[in-house]
């Protein structure tokens, strides 16, 4: 059995509060999702990354990748 699915999706806001190797963000419909997680050097790092110190408080929160304006 084969279902079609048409969708039109409008995203004014997405505000996601974290993300990991193994999470999944979904919008709209997807037939499968398989699973697959690669982890790799290819800075030759020896050392984790310097924590994250943000200039600005929780309640003033912008999104660090600017989204579209919508049209």
Do not use: C, D, W
Not at 23 to 49: D, F, H, M, R, W
């Amino acid at each position: 059995m084969n279902f079609f699915v048409n969708q039109n999706i409008v995203i004014h806001q997405l505000r996601v509060e974290g993300i990991s190797n193994s999470s999944v963000l979904q919008i709209g419909s997807a037939g499968v999702i398989k699973p697959l997680s690669n982890l790799y050097n290819t800075g030759a790092y020896t050392e984790p990354a310097p924590e994250f110190e943000s200039q600005q408080s929780q309640s003033e929160f912008s999104p660090y990748v600017p989204l579209a304006p919508p049209s």
